[in-house]
Nanobody, 123 residues
Framework: QVQLVESGGGLVQVGGSLRLSCAASGRIVGVNAMGWYRQAPGKQRELVATITSGGNTNYADSVKGRFTISRDNAANTVYLQMNSLTPGDTAVYYC?????????????????WGEGTLVTVSA
């Protein structure tokens, strides 16, 4: 139905930057809120940042001032620019979207997750 494909993860040194991308595709009528979550080893998945279709953003306190979420509505793509990375940012980063899905009975909204992309920050 809907697929979210992330890219941009990798290994970076402390203080470095990475840009994550996530493209939604499939039987999409539209995409509502999109966001990034992360899960570090041994920890629960946590919110990093979200953005509405209108561009309203929300950030975890731990990333405010360092990370910027943005989106391209025409391309159903969300980005996460990560600056001043620290070892504490090491995690698998997951893209999430609420997408309006095309169906014979009419469109409906559903929640989708990407498979995750690993970000490793080395000291």
């Amino acid at each position: 139905q809907v697929q979210l494909v992330e890219s941009g993860g990798g290994l970076v040194q402390v203080g470095g930057s990475l840009r994550l991308s996530c493209a939604a595709s499939g039987r999409i009528v539209g995409v509502n809120a999109m966001g990034w979550y992360r899960q570090a080893p041994g920890k629960q998945r946590e919110l990093v940042a979200t953005i509405t279709s209108g561009g309203n953003t929300n950030y975890a306190d731990s990333v405010k001032g360092r990370f910027t979420i943005s989106r391209d509505n025409a391309a159903n793509t969300v980005y996460l620019q990560m600056n001043s990375l620290t070892p504490g940012d090491t995690a698998v980063y997951y893209c999430h979207a609420y997408a309006m899905v095309r169906a014979l009975a009419g469109p409906y909204e559903a929640s989708y997750w990407g498979e995750g992309t690993l970000v490793t920050v080395s000291a």
